[in-house]
Nanobody
Framework: HVQLVESGGDSVQAGGSLRLSCAIS????????MGWFRQAPGKEREGVAA????????WYADSVKGRFTITQDKSKNMVYLQMNSLKPEDTANYRC????????????WGQGTQVTVS
């Protein structure tokens, strides 16, 4: 079992930046990938960014490509989501998850952190 705790959500103005953090603890997860998801009220959950824990390859949803960057610090068991040029449509609850690489299938989930862009 893996525990995930997100932090860094806030209210910002359009055009601003935020960095979300995801602290990981528990069982080893290096054979998987880490993903960031978001869900706005009334909308389906959307995978926005993912990273291979071992290989470091990343991939992004088209809606955030060029604005968001996912990184990891394996020494600290942390995953980050740097969000730049934020738009009101980025407003959502953001959650990190251990995912099956190459998919958006989540295995373990954090509780989420709220991002509001006005």
């Amino acid at each position: 079992h893996v525990q995930l705790v997100e932090s860094g959500g806030d209210s910002v103005q359009a055009g601003g930046s935020l960095r979300l953090s995801c602290a990981i603890s528990g069982d080893t997860y290096s054979e998987y990938c880490m993903g960031w998801f978001r869900q706005a009220p009334g909308k389906e959950r959307e995978g926005v960014a993912a990273i291979e824990v071992d290989g470091g390859n990343t991939w992004y949803a088209d809606s955030v490509k060029g604005r968001f960057t996912i990184t990891q610090d394996k020494s600290k068991n942390m995953v980050y989501l740097q969000m730049n040029s934020l738009k009101p449509e980025d407003t959502a609850n953001y959650r990190c998850a251990v995912i099956v690489c190459g998919t958006w299938r989540g295995l373990f989930w954090g509780q989420g952190t709220q991002v509001t862009v006005s």
